[in-house]
Antibody, heavy 118, light 105 residues
Framework: EVQLLQSGADLKKPGATVKISCKVSGYTFTDSFIHWVQQAPGKGLEWMGRIDPEDGDALYADNFRGRLTITADRSTDTVYMELTSLTIEDTAFYYC???????????WGQGTLVTVSS | IQMTQSPSSLSASVGDRVTVTCRASQTINRSLNWYQQKPGKAPKLLMYFTSNLQSGVPSRFSGSGSGTDFTLTITGLQREDFATYYCQQSHRAPYSFGQGTKLEI
């Protein structure tokens, strides 16, 4: 069974950096890109970026470029999403999901709530 | 690519047939996926490449369209279908989502 287990909720102050982990199991880590999606409370879904765990190649959405870094650790089958210079607007759930060649995201991690507050 | 869903919310009853529309700002061929999200849960893939049901998804869900206009139809609504639905284009990055359609009783 494919599973993505994300790290727990986090509380950060404005200007801080958050790093969320997404541990993959149930399939070969390098077989699928891992994507990250942001969802502010009560709002819609926004694609943030993705990484190819095979070679570490990452692609970022314009809205996050410069603040977002996605990395992959093949020794632990874990992907990390780091977002810097946090503002209150970054308060959101963050989800990871594998995406195949059809770029269909399935299954999703359970989500990680990041709260940014002074 | 901008994705626009309509309506934003929809009220229906058990047994009804409902349709959600998704429009892309440019052609995406048939590269369109649908997700269902229930409160407090992660989204779940319902349909991929416009009309292909994900494994385990009931056949009352169907999808159609191509180019820029797509629809998700639920025939014979069940109580467990009341949720928010999102379309997502998988044509090219950034893989944008529609704003969501909340299906309420």
């Amino acid at each position: 069974e494919v599973q993505l287990l994300q790290s727990g909720a986090d509380l950060k102050k404005p200007g801080a950096t958050v790093k969320i982990s997404c541990k993959v199991s149930g399939y070969t880590f390098t077989d699928s890109f891992i994507h990250w999606v942001q969802q502010a409370p009560g709002k819609g879904l926004e694609w943030m970026g993705r990484i190819d765990p095979e070679d570490g190649d990452a692609l970022y959405a314009d809205n996050f470029r410069g603040r977002l870094t996605i990395t992959a650790d093949r020794s632990t089958d874990t992907v990390y999403m780091e977002l810097t210079s946090l503002t209150i607007e970054d308060t959101a759930f963050y989800y990871c999901a594998p995406g195949d060649t059809l770029v269909r995201f399935d299954p999703w991690g359970q989500g990680t709530l990041v709260t940014v507050s002074s | 690519i901008q994705m626009t869903q309509s309506p934003s919310s929809l009220s229906a009853s058990v047994g009804d047939r409902v349709t959600v529309t998704c429009r892309a700002s440019q052609t995406i061929n048939r590269s369109l996926n649908w997700y269902q999200q229930k409160p407090g849960k992660a989204p779940k893939l319902l349909m991929y490449f416009t009309s292909n049901l994900q494994s385990g998804v009931p056949s009352r869900f169907s999808g159609s369209g191509s180019g820029t206009d797509f629809t998700l139809t639920i025939t014979g609504l069940q109580r467990e279908d009341f949720a928010t639905y999102y379309c997502q284009q998988s044509h090219r990055a950034p893989y944008s989502f529609g704003q969501g359609t909340k299906l309420e009783i």
